[in-house]
């Protein structure tokens, strides 16, 4: 079947990502906050937003001694800071489409982080909707193809718990799903045994944009590379398909 979300050339390289465990398991605890405020609850088996925050910081092995007390601080008194979140869009060098989701307590702090670095390697933030159209919401799950586990098998067991797509790409196995039906397929892979390499609800471009500019790819690299080491920014979807490597 047919994957969207172009894990090997659309996501970036999880080498990098482990070299920033510190600065991401600090946006993580934002995460966290945010999701025991709009739930309502500090207790996972009551929010599932909270349930589905924790299973993206288990992904990305965030130790749980992290995540209890990211709970324990979101459900206390103790810390006054008022985080929301925030999605700004726009555009990177050569096209590219970029979609920034923030959490923030200074809107317009982070707004002017965004805009410098979007001017300053040839893209421009634009406005609420300029590229969203261009993307498809999902759940995505990532398991790690390590030879013990049966393809055909793998897939027959995630589209009849509500799956919409199943790909084999290289030495992962991508599943995508509805955002409605995230939680309860996660769930399931979960109680099964299956540990992810990714588990959250993310922006799959519809279509992609080469670069062939040396300086664009530059400056495009530069950007997500900017971008992502902001504290206010959670998560960064863009439509620039690069080389493998």
């Known amino acids: 079947m047919s994957g969207h979300s172009k894990w090997a050339n659309i996501k970036r390289q999880k080498g990098e990502a482990d070299a920033k465990k510190g600065k991401i398991f600090t946006k993580l605890g934002r995460e966290i906050q945010i999701a ?8 996972p088996v009551t ?3 909270l349930k589905d925050v924790i299973a993206k910081c288990k992904a990305v092995n965030m130790p749980n001694d992290n995540i209890q007390r990211s709970i324990k601080k979101a459900a206390g008194d103790g810390d006054n800071a008022n985080y929301e979140e925030i999605t700004y869009e726009g555009y990177g060098p050569g096209g590219v489409a970029v979609i920034c989701e923030c959490t923030t307590d200074n809107r317009n702090r982070t707004a002017g982080d965004l805009r410098h670095y979007f001017d300053k390697f040839g893209g421009n933030l634009g ?3 300029c590229v969203s159209f261009m993307f498809n919401k ?6 790690e193809n390590d030879g013990k586990i049966s393809e055909d098998d793998l897939m027959m067991e995630v589209l009849e718990i509500g799956a919409e797509d199943f790909k084999a790409d290289g030495d992962v196995f991508e599943i995508l799903t509805d955002p409605a039906d995230f939680s309860a397929v996660r769930e399931v892979l979960e109680n099964k045994g299956y540990e992810f390499l990714e588990a959250e609800v993310s922006m799959l471009p519809t279509t ?7 300086e664009q790819i530059k400056f495009m690299d530069k ?3 900017n ?8 998560n960064v979807y863009h439509s620039w398909e690069q080389d493998e490597e």
Do not use: F
């Not at 992609?208 to 040396?214: E, F, H, Q, S």
């Not at 971008?227 to 959670?234: A, H, R």
């Open 227 to 234: 971008l992502e080491d902001l504290d206010d920014v959670s």
């Open 36 to 43: 025991v405020k709009v739930g309502g609850s500090a207790d």
């Open 127 to 129: 406005q609420s909707g």
């Open 138 to 143: 999902k759940g995505v799950i990532v398991i």
């Open 47 to 49: 929010n599932s937003k």
């Open 223 to 225: 950007l997500i590379e």
């Open 208 to 214: 992609t944009t080469k670069l062939t500019d040396p």
